[in-house]
């Protein structure tokens, strides 16, 4: 399911981030949840002024935990746009949970498409990422899954 999660980094320290249980896009499982996370981030990392809704055909959808062939070219055209600006994902409509420790797949070598879009929406929203569950655009449903754990405030 969607939530939130600690990674740890030897050189780098720890950082909040919000990851799946299960892969999400293309021959994934999809589950309602993590699709919802997936599809908030991805509609925060796709809001660059028209990049992309012309693409799609207008404007964006509501973020509904079903995973759609909009979905789907949202992905692949967001996973190209930023590979451009210099993220490093493997282009393949999917967005696996990153395991514990990891950043990067040890297939492709790739960042984790599940940081990348946490770390574009930081990017994008930094005063929101680390209360995203608190954020008004947040889904109602996505809320109790992303709120603050209670190891985070200790």
């Known amino acids: 399911m969607a939530k939130v999660d600690l990674l740890r980094l030897p050189k780098a320290g720890s950082f909040l981030f919000y990851n799946l249980d299960n892969a999400v896009g293309k021959g994934a499982a999809n589950r309602r949840d993590d699709v919802l996370l997936v599809q908030y981030l991805l509609k925060t990392s796709a809001n660059v002024p028209g990049k992309f809704q012309a693409g ?70 930094p005063d929101d990422f680390p209360k995203m569950a608190k954020v008004t655009d947040c889904p109602g449903e996505l809320r109790p899954l992303i709120a603050e754990p209670d190891w985070l405030k200790s």
């Open 56 to 125: 799609v055909g207008g404007a964006a959808k509501q973020v509904m935990g079903v995973w759609s062939e909009y979905d789907d070219l949202l992905l692949g055209m967001v996973q190209g746009y930023w590979k451009d600006k210099g993220t490093s994902t493997w282009q393949d409509r999917r967005v696996d949970p990153a395991p514990p420790q990891r950043t990067h797949g040890s297939i492709h070598h790739t960042q984790y498409k599940i940081i990348t879009l946490n770390l574009i929406y930081q990017y994008v929203r």
